[in-house]
C-alpha cells in the first residue's frame, strides 16, 4: 500500500514550522522554543515511523509531474533514511543548543527560521527519489544556510558569505547543467532504476563519463573536495550550531551524500567501475585526506582545525566508496552516519568553551578539562574516535575500511588509512594533553558564569547525548537497527551485484 | 508553429464574442471610474479589480476543452481577426495579476510617497485602465491593424504613466522615451505597410500562408523586429529602459518590466515564427542579442548604485532568456522546439510575476529607508523582514534557483539547449545565472550588515508589503505547479 503522505508530513515538519517562526516576534523566545522543539520532536517520530514501515515492506512513494518528463519525487530507502534520521536527531540536539547558545542575542527569529529551512531541506536530500529533487532541495540548502552564515552580520562574516556563495551557487549551477544533461539523454531516472543507464551501451560510455565528471563536479563543491573546499575553513566565522550542523549533517554531508547517490543509484557501482572511474574517486579522496589533515596540523585555533579536520574526515565516505566490494561500501555508507555525531560533538565542545570561557584559540585550553570536565570528557569522545581508537564509531569505519582495501586489492590504502590517523594523532592529541595534563594559568580570556554546572545545561545537554551515541554506535555495533547494521543491509541487498 | 499560435484555419469560431469585448472594455471602464471616484483606500479597489478577473473566467470557460478559438468581426469596410488558444489565456490571466496587483498597491503608495502630486494622480487610473486593455488587445489580436493599435495605445499609455511624477529627470527620461517609442512605432507601421503592399491583407494566419521569402519579406520583417526590440529595450536598444524606471512611480514601474516590454518581444516572436519559420541564421544572430543583454544588464545590474536601477537593469538581462526563444525555435527540430516553447512562456509568466514582486518589494524598502541607493539598505534585514523576504523570494526565481517558476523556465531552456546541442545558448543560460546572483546577492550583502547606522525610518502599510509578498510567493511556487500552465500552452494551442 502507498501512504506517500508520511514522508510529506516528515518534510512538512520543518519546512512549515520555519515561516510560523519567522511570524513570531523576535522577543517571545519562550513560544518560538516550544513551536521549534515540538517540530524537531514530531520529526524525530515521524522519521522512526518512516523506519519501522520501512522494515515491514511499506512503500511510501509521494511524487507528481512538474512539466512533462519531469517529476518531483520523495521515495524511502534505506540510505536516505539514514540520513533523515541523522539529521532529525542532530536538529533536535542542535535546537537545544541553539536555544542555549544565542540566549540574548539579536536576530534569533532569523535564525531559528533560517536554520528550520536548512534542516527541511536536508530531509528533502535524504528522502528525494529522482536528481530533479535532489537538486532542487540542494540549492534550498544553498539559499537557507547563507543567513546562518553570515548572521553575525560583521564584515568577516559577510565576506565568508560571499565565498561561500561563489563556491556553492556555482558548484549548483554546474550540477543543473549536469543533471538537465543527464535528462537530455535518458529521461527522469528514479534512485535506484540503475539498470536505465548500464542499458545505454558502450558506446554512451564516453558521454556517461563526462556527465559523472560533471556531477561529481558539482557535488564536490559542498562536500569540500580539495580543491574545492576553500568556502568551508571561511564559513566558520558563523554561530556554533551552525558550525556543527553544517559540517556533521547539513552542507558538507548533503555533498558526500550526493556522491554516493550518484554512485549506488544513479549510475550503479558496476558501471562505475566499468568505467573506470573509481580510481579517480580513491584518488581525489586521498588528496583531500591528506591535504585536509595537514592544514589541521597547522591550525591555531579550535574551529578552523575542525573545519579542516571535517575536510579530511568527510572523504573517508567517498574512500569507502571507491573500493569496489562489501566492506568499502559498508565503510563509506556507516561514515556518513558516524563523523555526523562525532563531528557535530566536537563543535558543541567548541562552542562551550567559547561561550563559556571565551577561548577560541588551542593555547588558552590548557587546564580546560577540570573547569569544564564534562564538555572536555564530551571532546575526548570526539577525537579519540576521530582518530580511530575502539570502540568508539571512528574505529568501525577504519576498520571496514581496511578491511574492503585488502578486499579490493588496494593495499596502499591502507597505508591512507595510517598515516591519516597519525596526522588525526597529531592534531587532536595535544588537545587532549592540554585539556588534561596541563595546569591552567588561573584565568581564562573571557569567564562567563553561564549556569549552574560547568556551563549552561542546555549546551551540556546535547553536547553529552551526542558524545554518548557516538560510542554508543560503536559499541552496539552489531545490534540490529545501528548504523552498521543499516550500511550492510545496503550494501549487500542493494548495493552490490 | 500556426497550430502553436492558435492560428489554424480548422480553428473553431468563438461561441460568444461578447466575452472577449468584456475582456477588454472592463479595464478601461474601470479606469475611467476611478479616474472619478479617485479611490483613496484599498479595498475598494481589490474589489473592482476582481471583476476583469472574472471577466477572463468566463473567456476561460469559453474556450474550456478546445483547441482554441478565433473570431471575426466586420467593422464597416475593416474585418478584424482574434484569437484565443492557451498562450493567450496564460498571457491574459497574467496580465490581469499583475495589473491587478499593481492597482491594489497604488492607492497606499500614492498616498506615502509624499512627492506624487495630485493632478498626476488623477490621470494614473484611467492611463493604468488604457494600458490593461491594450495589452489584452495586443494577447488577442491575430491581425497586424489590431497589433498595430494595440502597440500604439500601449506605448503611449505607457510614457503618460512614466511621466506622472512630473520632476525634472522623470520629464527628461520619459521624453526620451517617447520619441524612441515613437521611432519604433515609425518601423513597425513600415514593416505593415510594406508586408500589406506586397501581399495585400494583414491577418497573420493569411500572411502566413501567402508572404514569400524575398527582398520585401525580409526588409519588412527587418523593420517590424528592429522596431519592436526597440519598444521590448532588447539590447542593444536598451538604454532608455533604467533612467525611466529609475524615475517613474513604483506600482508603474511595476507593470512595464512586468508586461510591457514583454508584449512587444509577444509581437516579434509570433511574426518570425510565421513570416520567417527557417531564418535560422538570423535567429541565430538575435540569439547573439541575447547573450549579449544577459551579460551587459548583469554587468550593469551588478554595478548599480541604485535600488531601482539594478532591478531594471536586471530586466535587460532577463529579457536575453526570453531572447533566446528566437534560435531555439526558430528552425529547429520539433523537440527542441517544443520544451523551447513552453520554457518561453514560463520564463516569461516567471519574469513577469518576479519582477512585479520585485519592484514592489524595491518601492516598500525605499520608501521605509527613504534612500534610494543600495547603500542605505544596511540592516534592512532586522528592521523590514517582509518586504527583504518579498525581495529576496523574487530574486529567487530571477536567478533560477528552485523551487521558483524561473527555475522550471530555465530547466526547460537549457534542456531545449542541450537537447539541440546548441553550446552557446547553455552558455548563455550558465553565465546569466551567475551574474544575476552576484548582482541580487550584492543587495543581500547590504541587508546583513549589523553594525548599521540607526537610519530615521517609516512603517509601510501592511498592505504594501502583502502584495509584494504574494506575488513573490507565487513566482516562487509556481515552479512546480508548472504542469498546469503547460498544459494549457499545449492543450488549447493544440499539439503540433
Known amino acids: ?497 | 508553429m500556426i497550430e502553436r499560435l492558435g492560428l489554424s484555419p480548422a480553428t473553431a469560431p468563438l461561441e460568444h464574442q461578447a466575452a472577449l469585448w468584456v475582456v477588454l472594455g472592463l479595464p478601461l471602464l474601470l479606469g475611467a471610474l476611478g479616474a472619478v471616484v479617485r479611490p483613496a483606500r484599498t479595498w475598494p479597489v481589490v474589489v473592482a479589480g476582481m471583476l476583469p478577473l472574472l471577466a477572463l473566467g468566463w473567456l476561460f470557460a469559453e474556450v474550456a476543452g478546445g483547441a482554441g478559438r478565433s473570431a471575426v468581426t466586420e467593422f464597416g469596410p475593416l474585418t478584424l481577426h482574434w484569437r484565443i488558444n492557451g498562450l493567450t489565456l496564460l498571457l491574459l490571466l497574467l496580465s490581469g495579476v499583475i495589473a491587478l496587483a499593481s492597482a491594489i498597491y497604488a492607492p497606499a503608495y500614492l498616498r506615502e510617497d509624499v512627492e506624487a502630486s495630485s493632478r498626476g494622480q488623477a490621470w494614473f487610473w484611467p492611463l493604468l485602465g488604457l494600458l490593461s486593455s491594450s495589452l489584452m488587445l495586443i494577447w488577442l489580436a491575430a491581425d497586424l491593424l489590431l497589433l498595430y493599435i494595440g502597440l500604439e495605445l500601449m506605448g503611449l499609455t505607457a510614457v503618460g504613466l512614466m511621466l506622472l511624477p512630473g520632476k525634472a529627470e522623470a520629464l527628461v527620461a520619459g521624453l526620451r522615451y517617447l520619441l524612441l517609442a515613437l521611432v519604433g512605432s515609425l518601423a513597425f507601421l513600415l514593416g505593415v505597410a510594406l508586408l500589406l503592399g506586397a501581399w495585400g491583407r494583414l491577418d497573420l494566419a493569411g500572411l502566413a500562408e501567402a508572404a514569400e521569402p524575398g527582398a520585401p519579406l525580409w526588409v519588412a520583417v527587418a523593420l517590424l523586429s528592429g522596431g519592436l526590440l526597440l519598444k521590448a529595450a532588447a539590447f542593444p536598444l536598451h538604454a532608455w529602459l533604467a533612467p525611466v524606471h529609475a524615475s517613474a512611480w513604483i506600482p508603474v514601474s511595476a507593470l512595464h518590466a512586468g508586461l510591457v516590454i514583454k508584449a512587444s518581444f509577444f509581437i516579434a516572436l509570433q511574426l518570425w515564427l510565421l513570416l520567417v519559420p527557417a531564418a535560422a541564421l538570423a535567429a541565430w544572430a538575435m540569439g547573439g542579442l541575447a547573450g549579449a543583454a544577459v551579460i551587459w544588464g548583469g554587468v550593469m545590474a551588478w554595478r548599480s548604485v541604485k535600488l531601482k536601477e539594478m532591478v531594471a537593469w536586471s530586466t535587460v538581462s532577463q529579457l536575453g532568456y526570453l531572447l533566446l526563444a528566437f534560435p531555439l525555435l526558430v528552425g529547429t527540430g520539433s523537440a527542441v522546439a517544443d520544451l523551447a516553447w513552453q520554457g518561453t512562456w514560463l520564463q516569461l509568466a516567471a519574469h513577469g510575476l518576479a519582477k512585479a514582486a520585485m519592484f514592489l518589494a524595491a518601492g516598500n524598502l525605499i520608501l521605509a529607508t527613504g534612500e534610494s541607493r543600495v547603500e542605505g539598505l544596511a540592516g534592512a534585514s532586522r528592521r523590514f523582514p517582509i518586504s527583504l523576504l518579498s525581495f529576496g523570494m523574487a530574486a529567487i526565481s530571477l536567478v533560477g534557483l528552485p523551487p521558483s517558476m524561473g527555475f522550471t523556465a530555465k530547466w526547460l531552456l537549457l534542456h531545449a539547449a542541450l537537447a539541440g546541442g546548441h553550446w552557446p545558448w547553455v552558455a548563455v543560460l550558465a553565465v546569466g545565472t551567475l551574474l544575476s546572483a552576484a548582482y541580487v546577492f550584492r543587495i543581500f550583502r547590504y541587508c546583513f550588515i549589523e553594525d548599521a547606522p540607526e537610519y530615521e525610518f517609516r512603517r509601510v502599510p501592511l498592505g504594501m508589503d502583502a502584495i509584494a509578498l504574494l506575488l513573490a510567493l507565487a513566482a516562487l511556487l509556481l515552479g512546480l505547479a508548472a504542469a498546469w500552465p503547460v498544459t494549457l500552452l499545449r492543450g488549447a494551442g493544440g499539439e503540433p
Request: include cysteine; glycine fraction near 10%; charged fraction near 10%.
Open chain 1, 1 to 497: 500500500m502507498s501512504q506517500g503522505w508520511l514522508p510529506v508530513f516528515t518534510l512538512a515538519t520543518s519546512l512549515l514550522v520555519a515561516p510560523l517562526i519567522l511570524l513570531l516576534p523576535e522577543r517571545a523566545g519562550r513560544a518560538r522554543a516550544v513551536v521549534n522543539l515540538a517540530a524537531a520532536v514530531l520529526k524525530l517520530l515521524l522519521v522512526a515511523l518512516l523506519v519501522l514501515g520501512f522494515y515491514q515492506g511499506r512503500d511510501y512513494t509521494f511524487g507528481f509531474t512538474v512539466v512533462e518528463g519531469v517529476s518531483f519525487l520523495l521515495q524511502v530507502d534505506a540510505l536516505g533514511l539514514m540520513f533523515a534520521g541523522l539529521s532529525s536527531l542532530l536538529w533536535l540536539a542542535t535546537t537545544v543548543y541553539a536555544i542555549g547558545y544565542l540566549e540574548d542575542s539579536p536576530n534569533r527569529k532569523r535564525f531559528f527560521g533560517f536554520f528550520s529551512l536548512c534542516v527541511a531541506s536536508t530531509v528533502g536530500i535524504a528522502l528525494a527519489g529522482n536528481l530533479f529533487t535532489f537538486l532542487l532541495f540542494y540549492e534550498l540548502l544553498t539559499l537557507s544556510t547563507y543567513p546562518l552564515v553570515v548572521h553575525r552580520g560583521h564584515d568577516k562574516a559577510l565576506a565568508a558569505g560571499k565565498v561561500y556563495l561563489r563556491y556553492t551557487l556555482t558548484g549548483g549551477l554546474v550540477l543543473l547543467l549536469g543533471v538537465v544533461a543527464l535528462h537530455a539523454l535518458v529521461g527522469d531516472v528514479a534512485f535506484g532504476q540503475r539498470e536505465r543507464l548500464a542499458d545505454l551501451g558502450p558506446e554512451a560510455h564516453p558521454m556517461l563519463s563526462v556527465l559523472f565528471l560533471v556531477l561529481l563536479l558539482g557535488l564536490g563543491v559542498k562536500a569540500a573536495l580539495v580543491p574545492l573546499h576553500g568556502w568551508l575553513p571561511r564559513a566558520m566565522v558563523a554561530p556554533a550550531p551552525v558550525s556543527a550542523l553544517l559540517h556533521a549533517v547539513a552542507v558538507v554531508k548533503a555533498g558526500a551524500f550526493g556522491i554516493v547517490r550518484l554512485v549506488y543509484d544513479v549510475y550503479g557501482i558496476s558501471l562505475v567501475h566499468e568505467l573506470g572511474l573509481l580510481t579517480l574517486l580513491s584518488v581525489v579522496a586521498t588528496v583531500t585526506i591528506l591535504y585536509g589533515s595537514v592544514k589541521a596540523l597547522s591550525q591555531q585555533e579550535l574551529k578552523p582545525r575542525l573545519a579542516y579536520s571535517t575536510v579530511s574526515q568527510v572523504s573517508y565516505i567517498v574512500l569507502g566508496i571507491s573500493l569496489f566490494g562489501p566492506f568499502g561500501t559498508i565503510a563509506g555508507l556507516v561514515h556518513l552516519m558516524h563523523q555526523g555525531l562525532m563531528k557535530v560533538t566536537l563543535f558543541y565542545c567548541a562552542g562551550n568553551y567559547a561561550e563559556e570561557l571565551g577561548i577560541h584559540r588551542i593555547e588558552d585550553l590548557d587546564g580546560a578539562g577540570r573547569r569544564m570536565p564534562l564538555t572536555s570528557m564530551a571532546f575526548t569522545v570526539g577525537a579519540l574516535g576521530m582518530i580511530g581508537l575502539p570502540p568508539i564509531a571512528g574505529f568501525i569505519t577504519k576498520w571496514y575500511l581496511g578491511m574492503g582495501a585488502v578486499q579490493a586489492g588496494m593495499p596502499w590504502v591502507i597505508g591512507v588509512i595510517a598515516t591519516s590517523s597519525l596526522l588525526n594523532a597529531a592534531y587532536f592529541l595535544p588537545i587532549l594533553h592540554r585539556l588534561w595534563f596541563r595546569q591552567g594559568r588561573g584565568r581564562w580570556p573571557e569567564e562567563r558564569r553561564l549556569g549552574r554546572y560547568e556551563t549552561s545545561a542546555w549546551l551540556l545537554l546535547p553536547t553529552a547525548a551526542t558524545a554518548l551515541f557516538s560510542i554508543l554506535v560503536g559499541l552496539l555495533a552489531g545490534v540490529p537497527f545501528s548504523p552498521l547494521d543499516l550500511a550492510t543491509f545496503m550494501a549487500t541487498k542493494e548495493y552490490l551485484p
